[in-house]
């Protein structure tokens, strides 16, 4: 991530009629939205700068500082930004602490998305000037036709052979678009359908409708036809070894909300439930695994496998004594096995799935998956879930609770 000198950063505080300068004097309340509406703004880069956006929060319009304390709750606050869920794509951004005119301030820098348009909470935002507002048409137009010329990760690219007919409209239109969009946005309805599903990268453009992976995963009608290995695989076994006897098992095909959901409906089903009588008129019930902690890593692998060179399934097997889950691709990015599965270490080699889950809601954050499961778990009596990492794959190791005596 750039970094900005000293010199450079005043010359963009004192610039009032910049396009790559946003300036706050908090952030809280309604100036909080506003800076996040910034942020969505400066990653969309509709002048086409290539260059990094600055929001300078403790900072007055004419430049001058507020004398906002900036303190470490503050920084926290300011970074949660990128991995609250509320932008997508994810913004990559920076924060730090700068001494600015002599006093301090907070510097969010960030940076122009490979993936535009970005949305803050359903809406894309855009700068030209000092002017900080709601794309138009023409303008969303130029961001989505600008993803065209860039260097797009796997879950974007297109598959060849695939077309319109292989998406389904009516899920797309009804139940997708609502939770991607803000109403106000939808109301206008001045958009091609080709217009809405580039928009939402699933395909590659308007004028050309080749469905991206992530489009046929999300929408389509048999995505298993064109993607093979994208699909579940689950087995209860009746024991503890490989070799045990398999008492219930079903390959989950189809687009990623039925698979998800008919997951749900399996771990829910094998899940034993134990009850401790406590006294005549109390018990108290627990689980072999709590639900909320099998989805959260079930869906992170789902989120985080690779596509690539790969027909492997994610794998679900359910043994007497434990669960593994096992997905296709190693470590990504700044992840590696040293750092795997510890708070402030993510990265997302499928980001457009990542957005289709959050959308979807069947993600709330990013980036604290494993240690929302792994506070699940210990409150259920389990031990810590723990992870096998190689290059090639994941293997999450989840641990029966006891039964209660």
């Known amino acids: 991530m750039l970094r900005l000198s000293d010199k450079e950063l005043l010359s963009l505080l004192d610039d009032t009629e910049s396009d790559r300068t946003e300036r706050k004097e908090s952030f809280k309340g309604e100036v909080a ?38 303190s470490d709750a503050l920084l926290l606050a300011l ?29 969010v820098t960030v940076m122009p998305s490979d993936m535009p348009p970005v949305k803050y909470e359903g809406r894309i935002w855009i700068r030209t000037g000092p002017r900080r507002a709601l794309v138009n048409e023409q303008e969303e137009r130029i961001l989505t036709e600008r993803r065209r010329f860039r260097l797009l990760p796997y879950d974007l690219r297109p598959i060849v052979g695939a077309g319109l007919a292989d998406i389904r409209r009516v899920f797309f239109e009804e139940e997708y678009l609502p939770r991607a969009f803000a109403p106000e946005i939808l109301a206008e309805n001045g958009r091609r359908y080709e217009e809405r599903l580039a928009a939402c990268r699933m395909i590659v453009a ?54 998800i959901t008919a997951l749900d409906q399996k771990l829910a089903s ?22 909320s902690a099998l989805q959260q890593l079930t869906r992170n692998a789902v989120m985080h496998r690779s596509y690539e060179g790969t027909h492997a399934p994610v794998m679900v097997y359910w043994f007497n004594d434990r669960i593994e889950v096992i997905n296709a691709g190693g470590p990504y990015g700044r992840v590696t096995a040293a750092n795997f599965g510890q ?38 009596g389990n031990p810590p879930a723990h992870f096998t990492v190689d290059a090639q794959s ?12």
């Open 343 to 380: 708070p402030g270490f993510a990265d997302y080699r499928n980001p457009a799935i990542a957005e289709t889950l959050k959308i979807m809601g069947f993600v709330q954050r990013f980036g604290i998956g494993i240690q929302m499961a792994q506070k699940e778990l210990r409150h259920n």
């Open 33 to 70: 939205k506003k800076a996040r509406q910034a942020v969505c703004a400066f990653a969309n880069d509709l002048p086409g700068h290539g260059e990094p956006g600055i929001l300078f929060i403790g900072a007055k319009d004419d430049g001058n500082p507020s004398g906002l304390e900036i």
């Open 79 to 107: 970074a949660d930004i990128r991995d609250d869920g509320n932008i997508l794509p994810l913004p990559a951004l920076t924060v730090e602490k700068r001494s600015l005119k002599g006093i301090d301030m907070a510097v």
């Open 394 to 405: 994941v293997i999450c190791h989840i641990h029966c609770a006891s039964s209660p005596r």
């Open 270 to 291: 094998h899940n034993r439930v134990f009850v401790d009588i406590l006294s005549a008129a109390t018990e108290s019930r627990r689980y072999s695994y709590p639900l």
């Open 206 to 259: 308007p004028d050309d409708p080749t469905p991206t992976l992530t489009g046929l995963l999300t929408l389509g009608r048999h995505p298993q036809h064109w993607l093979p290995g994208a699909c579940i695989q689950f087995l209860r076994i009746d024991g503890v070894e490989w070799g045990d006897d398999v008492i219930d098992e079903q390959r989950i095909e189809g687009h990623l909300f039925h698979q």
